[in-house]
């Protein structure tokens, strides 16, 4: 990513969270289909109830899962409300959180933490609003991310190497896509779908009961063995598109 983001504001879909009712059964899943290592944990995450892992795609891209600790947590009653395990969150590196912060508020898009960690403000904005919880961490420089340093095991043959994309679902995928170009600053394109560019990842909007992230789409890595169309887990589906 170097010399890509040299000016102005910039935006980088860096990592993608799974929202499940069993950490381990899901994470196994995962991991045997993508063949990706085991992952690592987030040690801030247990002060709020939650369990978790992050699995590395490739250098600079992740996929994390989340289980509640506990049924009062907000992660509880979001899989409860919605009838099952989905797509949570998403992770988006920003170089200046203000602009961002600015436009949100302009639209009417909630606030629901602003606070700091690991050394930078982290911003996470109201999931009813965008149809899942949205992260922006302000991290200036786009070869830097939050896991850089921790150590992490490699798997030797991984079936995918990157995040090409994800897609958001909701009831008015229109209306969500307008408000997230708003929030972003983008303009949508939608001469075949509603999408926009989050750094070199997509995020698009399609029609769905339930408002969240429903489908996330990975770079097949070269001479990696096929994975069978349809894979779901977490309530996600995993779609796997050559690299």
């Keep these: 990513m170097t010399g890509t983001h040299d000016a102005g504001t910039w935006e980088i879909l860096r990592q993608v969270v799974i929202g499940a009712r069993d950490l381990d059964k899901t994470g196994q899943q995962l991991r045997e289909a993508l063949n990706l290592a085991p992952g690592f944990a987030d040690p ?6 939650l369990a978790d892992e992050t699995l590395a795609v490739g250098p600079q891209a992740f996929l994390e899962i989340v289980a509640p600790l506990d049924e009062t947590v907000s992660l509880a009653r979001w899989i409860r409300k919605g009838g099952g395990e989905g797509g ?31 050394g930078h403000r982290i911003v996470q904005l109201h999931p009813g609003d965008l ?13 830097e991310w939050f896991w850089d340093q921790t150590e992490k095991e490699v798997s030797l043959d991984p079936r995918v190497d990157d995040i090409l994309g994800v897609d958001v679902s909701s009831p008015d995928p229109a209306k969500t896509a307008a408000l997230w170009a708003e929030v972003f600053g983008k303009k949508l394109d939608s001469a075949q779908s509603l999408s926009i560019a989050l750094g070199s990842r997509a ?3 399609v029609p769905g009961e339930r408002s969240m992230l429903s489908a996330v789409d990975l770079a097949a890595s070269i001479g990696a063995n096929t994975v069978e169309p349809g894979l779901i887990v977490g309530g996600v589906e995993f779609r796997i598109h050559p690299g």
């Excluded at 998403?90 to 009417?108: C, G, K, M, T």
Aim: glycine content about 4%; overall charge negative.
């Design 203 to 205: 995020v698009s909007f």
């Design 131 to 143: 149809g899942l919880l949205v992260e922006l961490d302000e991290i200036p420089d786009a070869d």
């Design 44 to 49: 801030l995450l247990e002060d709020i109830g």
């Design 88 to 118: 949570y969150a998403l992770s988006i590196q920003v170089s200046n959180i203000e602009p961002y912060l600015e436009r949100a508020a302009a639209a009417d898009v909630r606030t629901v933490a602003d606070l700091e960690a690991y």
